[in-house]
Structure formats: structure tokens, C-alpha cells
């Protein structure tokens, strides 16, 4: 298994590692060790799984993972989309993705382009994350073999960090980006800011102004967890997000730290989401328990966040969420 992705599932753009390898240290992990196998993943008798390669016009087609109930239904099932933080992949939350599809649900997840173990190049842009979940949903809706078992009305999304703060854009946020630049001058020592100085262009783009990132109207229901860049919503900039929202935040978290995440999108939208804040949880709490090898591997990622257990949590994570869900579409 792949150091960087080891390193990569739990980073996620401005928001996770204590810090990343240089380009050239990626590059060299990535030439050094052995990558992921390809091959298909066991899965509970429950669910089916499939890998896919989804195009996306002149850019470069995105890799994919859609996870389904192995029981035939006679009604069409609601369709979840899943995004990854910084450096992750498809991968990255497989346990709640085969969670929900033990529940009933459609799960499909993406390898966000030039943000994944394999390519950075678009660390810092937060634009086309957007974007490229609607391409998701456009292949599974018209594309997808098993495109009629879905109910086109009854769509959510999930997100983490900065999948977190792409659902949330998707869904109808519009982010002031112009924000980052106060925010990285008084907290120059924060994750986002220093990731964002290995690339001064950012900084600069954002005092020209702030884009218009794409939504996607087919998104009921968001469920958010350590939302980056929080701090860039606004009461304006969430007034379109009305859809049901279920909110979680780490208590202790070491890598988004209170108030400047989480908190502000809380209080931004303009109804109160069911807000879920976790005591003694730590940022890297919301990925799946590590196994034996992944632990040896990744131990910034995998280190117990002490008095807190990371597999009893995600068995309450999992069900909260299909619960929400169950409710919300």
C-alpha cells in the first residue's frame, strides 16, 4: 500500500496534514513503494461494488466507485455522492459508503482531479470540485448501467474537510474566497495558510475577487463533516443552502480548530442544521478505523486520539448519517 495515499486519504485540501511531502518527495514515495491494488475490494455480502471511469469533456475522466445494495428493489433508490478530502481518493470513506448501501442507498464516490495521492496539482483550487461532482451525478443519472434503480428527486451528498466545504458549494453556497487573506495573515501557522503559501498565486487570485463555484439543484441533503474553509461562508453566501444539512465537528480537532470552521457555517445557514459536534474526537477521527498495516504506515493519520475510539464512533457515525439521510430524502 501506498505511503502517499496513506498519507493522502487523510489530508484533504487546506485542512489536513500536520503538513505534506514536498512534489518531490511525493513523487519519489509514490516511485519507491508499492501503490494500491486495483483489484475489487471485499464488500459484505449485503453490497455489490463496481469501479468506474467517468468522462469529463476535454479534462482528464475521473475515477470513480459506486456501491450498491445487492438485493434487487422494485422502487428506485436514492443516489449518495461522496467527496473526498485533499489526497484521498474514491476510497477514502469506503465504510460509510458501504454503510449506506447496506441501508438501501446508491453510493457513488469520486477521485477528485489534481486533488488525490497521485496528483496535486490543484491542491489549493477549490473551484472544480463542484463541478466535478455534478459530472458524478450526470454519469450516474444518465450513464450508469444500473441508472434506473435510481430516484432522480431523492440525491444527497456527503463531504469531509474540504469534501466538506465541495457538498456545501454544490448544494448553492457561494464562498467569499477573498476571506483567506485576512484569515491566513492573523494564522500564518495554520494548515490552510501554509499549504496555500507553497502556492502565493492563490492569495493573489483572491484579491481580484471571489468566483462563482457551480451548484447543482438535484442535491436534497448535505451531511458535512469538518467543513473546511468555513470561515468563507457568510449568511449571504449560505442563503441558498435551505436543503436539510447535518452538521459534524470535531471536538478536539487538531487540524480545523475552533471557532473558524466548523462554528461559522453553523451559524451561517439559514436554517440550523442538525448539528453534531463530537467530544474528544480528532480531525483524523472521521476516517475509517486503519488496519494493522495501514497503522505501521501512517501513524500521524492512524494514532488513537487518546480517551477516544475510533470504530465505536464510526459505528454511531454510519447509522447518524443513514438515519439523516432516511429522513432528509
Known amino acids: 500500500m501506498s505511503s502517499a495515499f496513506l498519507i493522502g486519504t487523510a489530508c484533504l485540501l487546506l485542512t489536513a496534514c500536520g503538513g505534506l511531502p514536498s512534489p518531490a518527495a511525493s513523487e519519489a514515495g509514490l516511485l519507491s513503494v508499492a501503490t494500491l491494488p486495483q483489484t475489487r475490494?471485499?464488500?459484505?455480502?449485503?453490497?455489490?461494488?463496481?469501479?468506474?471511469?467517468?468522462?469529463?469533456?476535454?479534462?482528464?475522466?475521473?475515477e470513480a466507485g459506486v456501491w450498491w445494495p445487492a438485493v434487487p428493489s422494485s422502487t428506485p433508490?436514492?443516489?449518495?455522492?461522496?467527496?473526498?478530502?485533499?489526497?484521498?481518493?474514491?476510497?477514502?470513506?469506503r465504510d460509510t459508503a458501504e454503510a449506506l448501501a447496506g441501508a438501501g442507498f446508491i453510493v457513488?464516490?469520486?477521485?477528485?482531479?489534481?486533488?488525490?495521492?497521485?496528483?496535486?496539482?490543484?491542491?489549493?483550487?477549490v473551484v472544480d470540485r463542484a463541478r466535478q461532482l455534478s459530472v458524478l451525478i450526470d454519469y450516474m443519472l444518465g450513464q450508469w448501467d444500473g441508472r434506473a434503480g435510481i430516484?432522480?428527486?431523492?440525491?444527497?451528498?456527503?463531504?469531509?474537510?474540504?469534501?466538506?466545504?465541495?457538498?456545501?458549494?454544490?448544494?448553492?453556497?457561494?464562498?467569499?474566497?477573498t476571506r483567506l487573506v485576512d484569515h491566513c495573515r492573523a494564522n500564518p501557522a495554520f494548515f490552510d495558510c501554509r499549504l496555500i503559501g507553497q502556492h502565493p498565486e492563490t492569495l493573489q487570485q483572491r484579491t481580484q475577487g471571489s468566483p462563482l463555484l457551480p451548484h447543482d439543484a438535484r442535491i436534497k441533503a448535505l451531511?458535512?463533516?469538518?467543513?473546511?474553509?468555513?470561515?468563507?461562508?457568510?449568511?449571504?453566501?449560505?442563503?441558498d443552502v435551505t436543503q436539510p444539512v447535518q452538521l459534524w465537528q470535531a471536538g478536539a480537532d487538531q487540524i480545523l480548530p475552533s471557532p473558524f470552521y466548523a462554528e461559522p457555517v453553523r451559524d451561517a445557514l439559514p436554517n440550523p442544521p442538525e448539528y453534531q459536534p463530537v467530544d474528544g474526537a480528532g480531525h483524523f477521527d472521521f476516517l475509517p478505523p486503519c488496519s494493522p498495516e495501514l497503522a505501521a504506515n501512517a501513524p500521524m493519520i492512524c494514532?488513537?486520539?487518546?480517551?477516544?475510539?475510533?470504530?465505536?464512533?464510526?459505528?454511531?457515525?454510519?447509522?447518524?448519517?443513514?438515519?439523516f439521510f432516511r429522513a432528509g430524502l
Not at 480517551?307 to 438515519?323: K, L, P, T, V
Open 151 to 177: 430516484d432522480a428527486a431523492r440525491i444527497g451528498a456527503f463531504g469531509f474537510s474540504a469534501g466538506g466545504f465541495t457538498v456545501l458549494a454544490a448544494g448553492g453556497g457561494n464562498p467569499d474566497l
Open 108 to 125: 457513488a464516490t469520486l477521485t477528485h482531479t489534481g486533488d488525490n495521492w497521485r496528483d496535486q496539482s490543484r491542491a489549493t483550487d
Open 77 to 93: 433508490r436514492p443516489l449518495i455522492v461522496i467527496s473526498h478530502g485533499n489526497g484521498g481518493d474514491f476510497r477514502s470513506h
Open 223 to 239: 451531511v458535512v463533516a469538518a467543513p473546511a474553509l468555513g470561515f468563507t461562508f457568510t449568511r449571504q453566501g449560505l442563503a
Open 41 to 62: 475490494p471485499s464488500t459484505p455480502d449485503s453490497v455489490e461494488w463496481s469501479r468506474l471511469t467517468v468522462a469529463d469533456g476535454d479534462q482528464p475522466s475521473i
Open 303 to 323: 494514532a488513537p486520539t487518546p480517551g477516544f475510539d475510533r470504530a465505536a464512533f464510526h459505528e454511531a457515525f454510519n447509522r447518524e448519517i443513514i438515519r
